[in-house]
């Protein structure tokens, strides 16, 4: 292996897989070196170019900790995040389409009972959530769990906020048997994602804005069926056709109603629909 030029490197270095024992790994790498390859040779790739690259890589790692994952937001930033997305939930008719998980989830998220306000006295215009969480078919399913998450009337999530405080406008409720849920909150607001690092560099002189629209999250479970994660958009809000991470999908834009009078906020009320899972994987 040697004498190596432009034209006949990249076979070599696919070649050097031969012995590779996971089948999947030598299909996927095979793939990346000559996609990647091709690029460099497409773009006819400068040495500056090229170091400026492995920088950003490398400060895009150190920007990395338990509280930011600066590389997902690089992967959503590119859409390479709904991209796979996209590929792994090819969804049946009457199930909910799924968009980005983001990256303000948090697993311990509090038990709440029904109707609870998750809100905790944050200001902001009053919400009213209800919701019913069925089958692709119609089947009202009974006892699923449902996480939510949001950001507050700034644009802020609890883990955030200059002094965090746990559980803010996060929970999770479970399905009654008729398969409805419902809590109280907040309106959210639209938000930049995080573009203090790399990523906000790469934006700024891509000229892209960081904006995303205002929306709930919603992580829905139930035994025999795939766990559906998505959002809500606020169909008002700006930012909706030109999403930071590329997460809008339009039968995911809700109207959030003005409701006057007596408790005077908004209402939305939505619909969920589960996808089974395959005989093979239960």
């Not at 890589?57 to 338990?66: K, V």
């Not at 009053?126 to 019913?132: N, R």
Request: with cysteine.
């Amino acid at each position: 292996m040697r004498d190596f030029d432009e034209h006949n490197i990249t076979d070599a270095v696919v070649a050097s897989l031969g012995e590779a024992k996971d089948a999947r790994l030598k299909t996927v790498m095979t793939s990346l070196i000559r996609h990647l390859h091709d690029f460099v040779r497409d773009v006819d790739l400068s040495f500056d170019e090229w170091n400026s690259a492995i920088d950003f890589l490398t400060r895009t790692g150190q920007m990395c900790s338990d509280k930011r994952q600066e590389f997902i937001l690089l992967s959503d930033t590119l859409g390479v995040s709904m991209l796979v997305d996209a590929i792994n939930h090819r969804m049946p008719k009457g199930a909910t389409e799924t968009t980005v998980l983001g990256p303000f989830y948090v697993a311990s998220a509090p038990d709440e009972p029904p109707g609870a306000d998750i809100s905790r006295g944050l200001k902001g215009e009053p919400l009213l959530v209800q919701g019913t969480v069925s089958s692709s078919d119609g089947t009202p399913l009974a006892g699923a769990t449902i996480d939510v998450w949001q950001a507050d009337a700034d644009g802020y999530y609890d883990v955030q906020r200059p002094e965090p405080q746990s559980s803010l406008l996060r929970a999770r409720f479970r399905t009654d048997a008729g398969g409805r849920f419902s809590f109280k909150s907040i309106m959210p607001a639209f938000y930049p994602i995080p573009d203090d690092g790399p990523v906000g560099e790469m934006l700024g002189a891509l000229g892209r804005h960081p904006n995303r629209p205002a929306h709930i999250h919603f992580m829905i479970a139930a035994d025999g069926y795939e766990t559906l994660i998505t959002h809500i958009f606020n169909a008002e809000s700006p930012y909706l056709d030109s999403d930071a991470v590329f997460g809008v999908k339009s039968s995911l834009a809700a109207t959030f109603v003005e409701v006057t009078g007596h408790g005077s906020g908004r209402l939305l009320n939505h619909h969920f629909g589960l996808k089974p899972l395959s005989r093979t994987a239960l």
